[in-house]
Nanobody
């Protein structure tokens, strides 16, 4: 069993940057592919990006491609989400999650979740 803890989000202005991290406890992070999701009020949870166990492969949703990056440091059991050029529509609760499925770009493959952290982008 793995426990995931996201760093605190925050409130930022449009155009600024914010970095979130996700730390794993209980099992080595290297066991898992890791994804970042978000859920805005009244909307479904959305897979933003994901990174493979080794970090060699990444996938991004069109909504964040070119603005967000994902990276991992398995020696620290940590995955980071760097968010640049933030927009008001990026406002949501952000979650990290893990998958052991080879199809880690499929949202339903993620079985363990962090508690979520609020990111608010003001215009």
């Amino acid at each position: 069993q793995v426990t995931l803890v996201e760093s605190r989000g925050g409130m930022v202005q449009a155009g600024s940057s914010l970095r979130l991290s996700c730390e794993a406890f209980g099992r080595p992070f290297s066991y898992y592919h890791v994804g970042w999701f978000r859920q805005a009020p009244g909307k479904e949870r959305e897979l933003l990006c994901a990174i493979s166990q080794s970090g060699a492969s990444t996938v991004f949703a069109d909504s964040v491609k070119g603005r967000f990056t994902i990276s991992r440091d398995n020696s620290k059991n940590m995955v980071a989400l760097q968010m640049n050029t933030l927009k008001p529509e990026d406002t949501a609760v952000y979650y990290c999650a893990v998958s052991r499925d080879v199809s880690f770009s499929v949202p339903s493959s993620y079985k363990s979740w962090g508690q979520g952290t609020q990111v608010t982008v003001s215009s």
